[in-house]
Each structure stands twice: as structure tokens, then as C-alpha cells.
């Protein structure tokens, strides 16, 4: 028998290969579908490529690559049997369960155990030999399916002890000194004693201090009280306030420097005053919470309609979404696309047309993973209701994991491929630009989306006035707390908190502010001042005014309540309001008109190139000595970057601050001369004239602006198509060569689409179709779908939390009539959606009456 399986291996052993360092193994779900060894199916692992397919796909990768050996692996869930001391067997039994997967959490571990099988199946006979065989496979294969059966799955979670480095019990713990001085800690309102700071605050647990921390690079810490009452009192150890919870607290020891474990910190918080058992947990149903802000029991129970009964539904469009850990964000994007009939009809209704042309490695193509998540949510495949033997109350909706999308468009993106919670709106706005990147086909389901902005400048000396347009996804509308209905009460809670912070006591219940939506509709609209506006009419500087309208209406409508501001730690924070959100909305109203008669339109002249120096005479020595912000190259430098790297990530993006010159450097931080000194070119290209006479205004971005992009690397002509996309704005214009692939000239002017949200585009759009794709509205610009201003609100994205950085994401969609809550993997009807307390709220064009 052994010398029977050795020869009908042989033909396929040059295409067996073992798992090398860095392969991935999929061998936990399907590249095409969501199938796992635990389905009915289970997963067939390639002993080549190792992408694993469900019985339904693996046919399709045997015809596209030949590949005929597979190893398929089950998983069986069974209930656990119990003996007659009526004892549940254990979960693991010796050599029942071999697979290196995560348990299917799904099922309750005390009821059910796992038993693993694996073989290998010859294609297209289907030849099964059972593994483990190693007797009668030959060693080649042996090893190779060994190899597989023990790789970690592609996707298993790392755990922090891989790269962290261990933290230590403090040689302090022990025998820290308490002072008994009578200090007790409030549970809120902390700041620091030597100033105002009310962020990064550590309690030393010598005297009970409230100090603040350190400044870091980014503006955020503190002054360092902290660390400079340690030099005045050697009293070595400090807790972070806003850590501490009933599972520990972040503690740090000055004289050790390093943080460090505290055994005894809950004697030691005791102390003075603090019950660990009674702070709020850092984590809470895997959303995390922000412990330095009041627990906004109200606001999760209102959104997420706690105390109701409700009810699940099942079938197609009612499929949720597993959570991975702060993943709430993507996943109520994902349910409101694919709740869009252009997202449906591009990935769904294309589904086999896709996987039949898909690559090789499906996982890393954009189009397939989308598809997958389509089917995995509209098909219904994925929730089905309970069998008639199942206790209702028992079953537990299952969900589908978006792990292997998440890893595909997060993929060196410095938020969205980290485990943080992100903004919904950016990820929105992110998935729109991948969208459109890989539309090459005329069809593009984020034209759904897209519509023009007329801006409108005028010049206040002389009322002359300019137009132009843009592309936009997306419309952002302030939310001004002066409007409040309730602003009296207002007043008074911010005199109640102030009066608690001064006397060190619990600040009184919050009080929401409540808006009226005409009010953010008003704020959007009205003029806003236009910063160092310059004049052509005045050929000088002057005072100008912007107002924006609707060049033309998309079909879908976003709106993104403005909720969201930075604190004195850059940590974006969330305003505490609600807006009476309407259900239909006429924005007809906001219409552009174009230039109006007696407008006057100004010159079509740019401001004259003013360089540092007269480069006319000295442009040597400007170039030798660039003008570099040195306090931006110093914060970067203390980040650990090389400082010759700091000094050209700073140059290179026109001191335009840390961050950007950040964004620089994970750019190219890569390339063999990063740390070299700056070296600027001896000659720059022929540019206008720096006289003091303006130049005609022919759309051609600044020849300083271009050089900065070419020195960096980038061809000219690449340069001045991202600066003329971005009208002539260095940073998106960065950004625009960074996110879109290079293209043949020819392909860049039949592209029309415009592939980055609120990129600049100018273009003609005075008249307009009722509910039409119009991309003739100009030969280069952006093709939109414009129709009447009439809306009805279909979805709703709601935020729990006190920042972008915590909490967590649900959305309400509207479906055959009713409205369905989305919280995770959970989906049921709704009863009382939460309108004022959204986010990002999703229209739908009205037919015209």
C-alpha cells in the first residue's frame, strides 16, 4: 500500500511544497467565501499556494492553476457526552483536536467539544488519503503536510508577549512608604496641582500627589510636575489616573524608569480613597471605553436600544458582522454599502464573472474580497433563523468575519491596519477612494455618491467675484452649540461642572445640547472668511468671502454631523448633542446658479512667485540653505528618525508641520538614501517670472511647488497632473501621487472619474438631468449623477463614546419598509432608531413627482 500511495504521488510532488517563514496558511476560511473546516464542506488547503477553499471553490482554483494536491481539514462540533457523575468531558481530548485554530466562540465551550479531521485529496479523481499516514507517504509530503497542519492560521492574532518586552514587579511594591496625610482622590475632576492640566495625570502613591506627565513630541503629556516632584521627594511610585480598573492600573517607577507591575496597588489605591472594584472597566463587550470621561450609560442604551426586547431577523440583507476587536467601524460602513443597489449590482450581481477572473492569490485582489463580503451579507447563507428543535432564545446569530477585507484595504495604512478604534467617516471616505482605484470598467458604483460643490469667492473691496468647482462624497455640516434650544440649561450645567472642578467634587449629570437641524443647515451655508486671500483685482492681498452650493445632487446623499473636536491632547473629542435629523429633506434650494447677472467676474491672473530671497541674484545661496523648520525636525528627531531624514521629510513637504512631514517619512523610509543629508538640486527648470506683474492664470501650478515634487523623485508631468488635481495644494497633491497608480498619459485623459474625495475639479455644470450619469458635463471632468435635491433618510451610523479613539459603532438601516439595527454580528428589528444621535447620516434621491 505504501509503495501504491508513493507512486500515485509522484507526478504532484514537484508542486508540494512546506510552508517557508513568512508563507501564510489559510487554513481557517475560504478565499472566496466564508467557509471554515467547521463548515458542512469544510476547507481545502493548497499544498502550494496554502489558500484555502470551500467545497464550492476549490474546483475553480484546480482548473485556473493545475494544482491537484489539497489537504482537506474538518472540524466537528459535538455536544459533550457526561458521565455518570454527571462530569462534562474535557474540551480537548489527546489527539481529537490538532488544527492550530481559534474555537469557534458560537458555541458555549462548557456544552461542546472539537474533533479535527484531515486527509489529502488528489484532484480531479478526488483520491482521499487520511492523515496522519506517514508510513505510507513519502517524507517530502510528510513534512509538508506536518508543516501545515502546525503553521498558525494566517490571520490568528499575535500576542502581545511576542513583541512586548515583559514588565517587572517593582523592587518598591513591597515595602512602599505611605504618608498618612489624610489626602482622599475623588473619582473625577482631577487636574494637576502645579497647573491646569487635566490630562496625563499620575497619582504618586507615596503622599497622593496629582501631577502631570511628560510632554510628548506631539503636543499631547503634559509639563512634567510628575517627574519633577520625584527629583524634589524621592517618592518612586505613580499611577495613571484614567487606567486604573478593576484588573490593574498603569504604574510607573521613577527610579527605576520603566513601567512596572504593583501587586499591591489596590492596598496602595485604598490609601487614599480609590476602590478598584469600583472603576469603570477598560474594556466592555470588546469595545474599548475612555476612563477619563463619564460613563455615557444613556447614550449606549438609547443607541444601542438596550432594555427592548427586540427582535432578530434573518435571511438575505440581514446577515451580521463578526467584531474583531474595534472593527465596529468598518463593519457599519460595510452594511450600508451593500444595502445600495449599484454596490449590490458591481460586486453581487458580477459575483462569478469576478471569481473567474480574480488572480491568483484571491485574498489580495480588492474586487474579489469585496464580492465575497457582498455574497457573505446579501445571500443569506450566512443567517438562517433557528430549527424548529432549537430553544429561540438560545440561538445566537453567527455573523460573518470581515478579516480577510479588513487586511486587504488597511494594508499600510497607519490607522485602519491597527487593532485602534478608527472614524467611520475616514473609513468611508477610504473604502470610496479604493473603489474608485480599482473601477476601471465604466462601472462605478461610487458615482452613487459623488456630486460637485460650487464655491463661490468674492472680494470684499471690490465685489468682484470668482467660481469654481469641486468633487466632494460627502457633506459636513457644523454643529453650533449658540443655536441649542436648550441653551439655558446649558449655561447652567457649565456652571454647576466649573464650580465642581474648583471645590474637587463629582461634576453633575451632563446635559445634552439639542440643535435643530436647520440650524447646521444654515451654518453650511453661510460666508466664511477666506484666509490671506489675495485679490486679483486688487493685485494685493484683501479680505474675501467663500460660500459653497450643489453644483449638482448625487444620487445618495452623506451627511457627517460635525460631532468631533481635538482637546488639549489632540485627541479628538466627541460634543455632547442631538439633532432633530429629518426624515425627508429638500435641499433644492442649495442649487448653484453660476455667475449672476451684474456679477462681475475677477481677473484670471495668479499672485506674483515671492521667494524667500531674490533668486534672481542669490538663487545659490537659497538653495544652500533652505528654510527649515527646525522645532518640527526636532519633534520628529525624538521620535527616533534619523535627523538628516527629519531635516528633508521637513523640507520636502514645505514645513507644513510634523504630521505631514511624517507621512513623508513611513513614505520613504524605505529607500537606500533616507538617512543621507539633503542634497537640493544646483538649477531649478525655467520658471515665470518673480517680477512683481501677475501672471496670466492658465491652470499651471507654481514652478516652485513643482520643483519641491520633483526633487523628491516624482517625474514633472506626474507632478504638475496631482498639483492641477489638487489646485495647486502641495499636501493633497502628496497625497494624490501617493494613492493613485501610475498610468499611461493616454489612460489619465480617458480616466473620468476623479479618484481622491475633495480633490479640486473644474467644470461646467450650469444645466443639469433629471436622475443621469453626466459625464459630458466637461471632457476632463468628473462624471456625477444629478437629479433633483429631494432625499428620504435610509441609514443612520451612530457613535458611542467619548472619541473617534473609543467606544463603538452601530447603524440602523431602512429595509422593505422598517427600520433594522446592525450591532455587530447581532441584527434585529428596530424600535425606536436613535435619528438625533447619529453620525453619518445616508438619503436617497426621491423620484420626481
Excluded at 467606544?807 to 454580528?825: A, F, L, Q
Amino acid at each position: 500500500m505504501a509503495a501504491d500511495l508513493g507512486e500515485l504521488l509522484v507526478p504532484y510532488m514537484p508542486t508540494v511544497r512546506v510552508p517557508k517563514t513568512g508563507d501564510r496558511v489559510f487554513k481557517s476560511e475560504c478565499a472566496f467565501s466564508f467557509d471554515s473546516p467547521e463548515s458542512e464542506g469544510g476547507l481545502y488547503v493548497c499544498m502550494n499556494t496554502f489558500l484555502g477553499f470551500g467545497r464550492e471553490h476549490v474546483e475553480r482554483h484546480y482548473r485556473k492553476t493545475g494544482q491537484s494536491v489539497y489537504m482537506h481539514l474538518k472540524r466537528h462540533v459535538k455536544e459533550k457526552a457526561t458521565g455518570a457523575a454527571g462530569g462534562a468531558t474535557p474540551r480537548r481530548r489527546d489527539g481529537k483536536v490538532f488544527l492550530d485554530l481559534e474555537l469557534n466562540r458560537d458555541f458555549n465551550g462548557e456544552d461542546y467539544e472539537y474533533e479535527d479531521e484531515a486527509k489529502l485529496v488528489i484532484f480531479p479523481d478526488h483520491f482521499e488519503i487520511p492523515l496522519p499516514n506517514i508510513e505510507e507517504l513519502p517524507a517530502l509530503v510528510t513534512i509538508a503536510c506536518d508543516a501545515v497542519l502546525n503553521a498558525p492560521s494566517a490571520y490568528k492574532k499575535q500576542e502581545p508577549e511576542s513583541w512586548e518586552e515583559e514588565i517587572q514587579v517593582s523592587r518598591h511594591a513591597r515595602s512602599l512608604r505611605q504618608l498618612d496625610n489624610g489626602v482622599r482622590i475623588p473619582p473625577s475632576g482631577w487636574k494637576c496641582q502645579k497647573c491646569e492640566m487635566r490630562d496625563n495625570l499620575w497619582l504618586n502613591l507615596t503622599d497622593g500627589a496629582v501631577l502631570c506627565g511628560k510632554w510628548f513630541f506631539d503636543g499631547s503629556g503634559g509639563n512634567g510636575h510628575a517627574l519633577d516632584h520625584y527629583k524634589e521627594t524621592s517618592h518612586p511610585l505613580a499611577v495613571k489616573l484614567d487606567t486604573i480598573t478593576p484588573d490593574g492600573a498603569d504604574v510607573y517607577s521613577f527610579e527605576e524608569e520603566e513601567a512596572v507591575l504593583d501587586p499591591h496597588v489596590s492596598e496602595h489605591l485604598s490609601h487614599f480613597g480609590i476602590d478598584m472594584l469600583q472603576m469603570q472597566k477598560r474594556t466592555e463587550n470588546g469595545h474599548r471605553t475612555d476612563n477619563n470621561a463619564r460613563p455615557r450609560v444613556s447614550e449606549w442604551e438609547v443607541i444601542q436600544e438596550s432594555g427592548m426586547k427586540l427582535k432578530a431577523v434573518y435571511g438575505s440583507g440581514y446577515t451580521g458582522i463578526k467584531n474583531l476587536g474595534n472593527s465596529c467601524y468598518l463593519s457599519t460602513v460595510m452594511q450600508v454599502l451593500f444595502s445600495i443597489p449599484d454596490f449590490q449590482r458591481m460586486y453581487v450581481g458580477n459575483l462569478q464573472r469576478i471569481f473567474d477572473y480574480s488572480p491568483l492569490d484571491p485574498s489580495q485582489d480588492f474586487a474579489t474580497q469585496m464580492a465575497k463580503l457582498g455574497h457573505g451579507l446579501l445571500s443569506g447563507q450566512y443567517s438562517k433563523p433557528p430549527m424548529k428543535c432549537e430553544l429561540i432564545e438560545q440561538h445566537q446569530q453567527k455573523g460573518i468575519s470581515p478579516r480577510m477585507l479588513k487586511a486587504l484595504v488597511s494594508r499600510g495604512h497607519p490607522e485602519f491596519s491597527s487593532n485602534r478604534q478608527q472614524d467611520a467617516h475616514e473609513f468611508f471616505l477610504h473604502m470610496i477612494n479604493l473603489v474608485e482605484r480599482n473601477s476601471t470598467s465604466s462601472e462605478n458604483p461610487s458615482d452613487a455618491f459623488r456630486f460637485l460643490v460650487e464655491e463661490r469667492v468674492q472680494c470684499c473691496q471690490t465685489r468682484r467675484v470668482r467660481y469654481s468647482q469641486r468633487v466632494d462624497y460627502c457633506i459636513q455640516l457644523p454643529a453650533p452649540i449658540e443655536a441649542a434650544t436648550n441653551r439655558e440649561e446649558l449655561l447652567a450645567y457649565e456652571a454647576k461642572r466649573r464650580e465642581a472642578e474648583e471645590n474637587m467634587r463629582a461634576p453633575p449629570e451632563p446635559v445634552r445640547a439639542r440643535i435643530p437641524f436647520t440650524a447646521c443647515l444654515q451654518a453650511f451655508t453661510e460666508p466664511e472668511n477666506v484666509p490671506d486671500f489675495w485679490s486679483s483685482a486688487l493685485q494685493a492681498k484683501s479680505a474675501g468671502v467663500k460660500t459653497s452650493r450643489f453644483a449638482s445632487f448625487p444620487e445618495y446623499l452623506v451627511v457627517q454631523i460635525k460631532k468631533f473636536t481635538f482637546g488639549v491632547d489632540w485627541v479628538p473629542k466627541k460634543l455632547d448633542l442631538a439633532i432633530d435629523v429629518p426624515d425627508f429633506l429638500d435641499l433644492s434650494r442649495l442649487r448653484a446658479t453660476g455667475l449672476q447677472a451684474g456679477e462681475e467676474e475677477l481677473p484670471d491672473l495668479m499672485p506674483p512667485v515671492v521667494l524667500p530671497e531674490d533668486t534672481r541674484d542669490n538663487s545659490m545661496s537659497s538653495l544652500d540653505s533652505p528654510e527649515i523648520d527646525e522645532a518640527a525636525v526636532m519633534q520628529l528627531a525624538e521620535m527616533g528618525f534619523p535627523l538628516e531624514a527629519c531635516r528633508k521629510a521637513v523640507y520636502y513637504t514645505g514645513n507644513m508641520g510634523p504630521e505631514m512631514a511624517f507621512n513623508w517619512i513611513i513614505a520613504h523610509m524605505e529607500e537606500p538614501d533616507f538617512a543621507e543629508p539633503l542634497h537640493l538640486p544646483s538649477t531649478l527648470d525655467p520658471g515665470p517670472s518673480t517680477s512683481d506683474a501677475p501672471a496670466p492664470l492658465d491652470n499651471s501650478p507654481p514652478e516652485e511647488s513643482i520643483a519641491i515634487l520633483t526633487s523628491m523623485g516624482f517625474p514633472r508631468t506626474r507632478s504638475v497632473r496631482a498639483l492641477k488635481a489638487t489646485n495647486n495644494n502641495l499636501e493633497r497633491a502628496l497625497d494624490w501621487i501617493f494613492t493613485h497608480p501610475e498610468e499611461d498619459e493616454s489612460d489619465a485623459l480617458s480616466n473620468m472619474a476623479d479618484t481622491e474625495p475633495n480633490d479640486n475639479a473644474f467644470s461646467n455644470a450650469d444645466s443639469h438631468t433629471d436622475s443621469t450619469l453626466s459625464p459630458d458635463r466637461d471632457a476632463s471632468g468628473p462624471r456625477v449623477k444629478d437629479g433633483p435635491g429631494r432625499y428620504e433618510l435610509f441609514a443612520v451610523i451612530s457613535h458611542m463614546g467619548a472619541s473617534t479613539m473609543c467606544g463603538h459603532y452601530v447603524c440602523h438601516i431602512k429595509k422593505e419598509g422598517r427600520w433594522v439595527i446592525y450591532n455587530d454580528h447581532k441584527v434585529c428589528l428596530s424600535e425606536r432608531p436613535p435619528r438625533d444621535l447619529g453620525y453619518i447620516y445616508f438619503y436617497h434621491r426621491l423620484a420626481s413627482s
